[in-house]
T-cell receptor, first 109, second 123 residues
């Protein structure tokens, strides 16, 4: 089975940097994804990690440590439009994605 | 490229009726499509994996006779909610993975592309 944990809610200020953590315990591992989802909309892809280390990707770099079962997503230069839910998802060997419960981020002025 | 569409975007139906939701990959071929369900303020829960030309694989707790999945072509998968009840009201989202069968390079082999979702309300 899959156990994926991330904080339920976070609040940050416009222009700041925020880090959203995700820990996982899974029976198989074939990559970790981060998605952004606005209310009532489908998730949109942000980043993908399969090897350890930091994947630099614009304002949304992501980090993975497979030995620790840990990932984080960085959101740099926060904008009001970044207020959304951020979903951590682990892919098993069959390509299906197992999602965490999501972190609701509120960006304040 | 890599666009997935869903139809309808929202539907309201009476309890006991059946509803069909279509998921199409518009510019790539998808051997495998996935169906997810999302209840309010909760995350996406995988319901089933749909494989072209074969039976779908359902996750534990998902009734295969209630949620009928057909994946008849490389660009279309359908989910039919049979004898819908109010507790089936949810946001249903499909995703597709580029199989690379079209002959060109697989653009995003590590990525699933999500449809815009279908909001189902059962009265």
């Amino acid at each position: 089975g899959q156990n994926i944990d991330q904080p339920t809610e976070m609040t940050a200020t416009e222009g700041a940097i925020v880090q959203i953590n995700c820990t996982y315990q899974t029976s198989g591992f074939n990559g970790l994804f981060w998605y952004q989802q606005h209310a009532g909309e489908a998730p949109t892809f942000l980043s993908y990690n399969v090897l350890d280390g930091l994947e630099e990707k614009g304002r949304f770099p992501s980090f993975l440590s497979r030995s620790k079962g840990y990932s984080y997503l960085l959101l740099k230069e926060l904008q009001m439009k970044d207020s959304a839910s951020y979903l951590c998802a682990v892919r098993d060997s069959g390509y299906a994605l197992n999602f965490g419960k999501g972190t609701s981020l509120l960006v304040t002025p | 490229g890599a666009v997935v569409s869903q139809h309808p975007s929202w539907v309201i139906c009476k309890s006991g009726t059946s509803v069909k939701i279509e998921c199409r990959s518009l510019d790539f071929q998808a051997t495998t499509m996935f169906w997810y369900r999302q209840f309010p303020k909760q995350s996406l829960m995988l319901m089933a994996t749909s494989n072209e030309g074969s039976k779908a694989t359902y996750e534990q707790g998902v009734e295969k006779d209630k949620f009928l999945i057909n994946h008849a072509s490389l660009t279309l998968s359908t989910l039919t909610v049979t004898s819908a009840h109010p507790e089936d009201s949810s946001f249903y989202i499909c995703s597709a993975r580029d199989s690379g069968l079209a002959g060109g390079p697989v653009l995003y082999s590590n990525e699933q592309f999500f449809g815009p979702g279908t909001r189902l309300t059962v009265l």
